[in-house]
């Protein structure tokens, strides 16, 4: 494999959650060899790994001159930028309550659905193939903290991908208390619970204040923004 002096002065950055896209390059050249073809090399990945990528990525962040983990808090805030043509602009919301995501593996947000039902809540739940377009439509949606299947005490505890989403679509975010969630976004942006017995009530508060919504979803836009904006995250990351 040939590289041009041009390239060699280049910044690359690579955003993982996984290798098998970037496999077959490391198939022909290594990645000691490939990375140092480059000025810079900042790598971007989640500390939520599927746990067979998880060693394979931390021995490549080594090679990397910046390491930037997505799931926790960290400068950079938001894991990546969000383009402004996903952003809200006056989509109508026509669904209120939704949890968009899987819950095969994951028994807390199986448990939390069907008690949230059993106790008269309807709740969307579905897998959607754009998933900002879908957010934006939605004034509610329950989101889950937690990178691990299985109960409380086996939770890794991160800021997830949906939180910035929802923010930028103004639809408002419920979620158990998180600890990493609270590092940006406060009260007055972000509905938490610490029970799940909590939630019917929670909800049916939301669905009947129109004004606390509206409220709670501006106020989460405008602090995601200061951290998703593309402008801005790249000014931040690349500096």
């Not at 490391?26 to 990375?35: A, C, E, G, H």
């Not at 952003?87 to 659905?113: C, H, L, M, Q, V």
């Not at 009947?208 to 990351?237: G, H, M, T, V």
């Amino acid at each position: 494999m040939k590289f041009s002096t041009e390239y060699e002065k280049e910044h690359i950055i690579f955003v993982m959650g996984d290798l098998q896209r970037i496999k077959p390059l490391f198939d022909i050249v290594s990645p000691s060899f490939y990375f140092k073809q480059f000025k810079k090399v900042t790598m971007i990945f989640p500390d939520g790994a599927k746990p067979q990528w998880r060693k394979p990525l931390e021995q490549l962040s080594t090679l990397a001159d910046k390491v930037i983990r997505m799931d926790t808090f960290n400068e950079h805030g938001c894991y990546l930028p969000i383009n402004q043509w996903f952003w809200y602009s006056g989509t109508n919301k026509d669904i209120d309550f939704a949890f968009y995501g899987a819950t095969g593996i994951y028994p807390e947000r199986k448990r939390t659905i069907e008690y949230l039902r059993e106790n008269g809540i309807s709740i969307q739940h579905q897998f959607m193939q754009d998933m900002m377009e879908a957010l934006r439509r939605t004034k509610v949606t329950l989101n889950f903290g937690n990178c691990l299947s299985g109960d409380t005490d086996q939770r890794k505890w991160q800021i997830k991908g949906r939180v910035w989403e929802a923010a930028m679509a103004k639809c408002v975010v419920i979620e158990p208390r998180n600890p990493e969630t609270v590092k940006i976004f406060t009260d007055d942006e972000i509905v938490w619970y610490d029970d799940m017995k909590e939630l019917p009530s929670l909800v049916n508060l939301l669905m009947n204040d129109y004004c606390r919504c509206e409220s709670l979803a501006d106020r989460a836009f405008d602090k995601a923004k200061q951290y998703a904006d593309p402008s801005i995250y790249w000014e931040r990351l690349l500096n």
